[in-house]
């Protein structure tokens, strides 16, 4: 009899499935973002497919990619040695759930960091708060909206605000300060060329304190 799945077998058996070659596009929050910003060292939290990992990279910034799928790692690391930008990604397999990476960053990034396991994810996103250089930047984007290509379809899943995600990382507000909190819609394209109107929580906060 097969037990029932763990966070990391579930996340493996997704990302083996995906269908491999490119990354596909970056989140464009993500692209946004980083545009505005010199180019630095990024963290990249749940790297899935690679898009935001190698648009970074292919755009000067140091990447460290991150995700609980090795599959997803791999193929990171694949692909950037495809493009010839291996030197500028690094790739690491944590469960958020238990490690962190080490490092101080000038931008990481949070996309979608949803799970149907359990994680705290107010803990995991601290975290990333403390890894900020001076004047560093962390980016968290939620769904506002299920898309009909979602692997969580419940329609009693909650999506937190941007106000709640901040007000939940209770940070000191002389040491880090909220750069960005909106809902934006946006057209989006799923598997197949499905589109869909969504809706993104988005948070941007900075750091400003020295580090220890």
Request: hydrophobic fraction near 35%; aromatic fraction near 6%.
């Amino acid at each position: 009899m097969t037990g029932a799945p763990t966070a990391e077998s579930f996340w493996e058996q997704h990302h083996r499935a995906r269908r491999r070659g490119s990354a596909g596009h970056p989140n464009p929050v993500l692209e946004e973002t980083a545009r505005t910003l010199p180019p630095g060292e990024a963290l990249d939290l749940g790297c899935g497919a690679g898009g935001d990992t190698i648009w970074l990279a292919r755009h000067g910034w140091q990447v460290t990619a991150v995700d609980i799928s090795n599959a997803a790692v791999e193929r990171v690391r694949a692909l950037s040695r495809r493009l010839g930008i291996d030197e500028r990604v690094t790739g690491e397999q944590h469960d958020l759930a238990r490690s962190f990476p080490d490092g101080q960053f000038d931008l990481i990034s949070a996309q979608y960091l949803h799970t149907p396991f359990a994680l705290d994810r107010t803990r995991v996103l601290r975290s990333a708060a403390y890894a900020l250089r001076p004047g560093g930047h962390l980016l968290i984007v939620d769904h506002g909206s299920t898309a009909p290509w979602s692997w969580n379809r419940d329609a009693d899943t909650h999506h937190p605000s941007p106000g709640k995600t901040a007000a939940g990382l209770a940070l000191d507000p002389a040491r880090w300060s909220v750069v960005r909190a909106d809902m934006p819609h946006r057209r989006a394209t799923g598997p197949g060329g499905r589109t869909a109107t969504v809706t993104d929580n988005v948070l941007l906060i900075q750091r400003h304190d020295r580090t220890s």
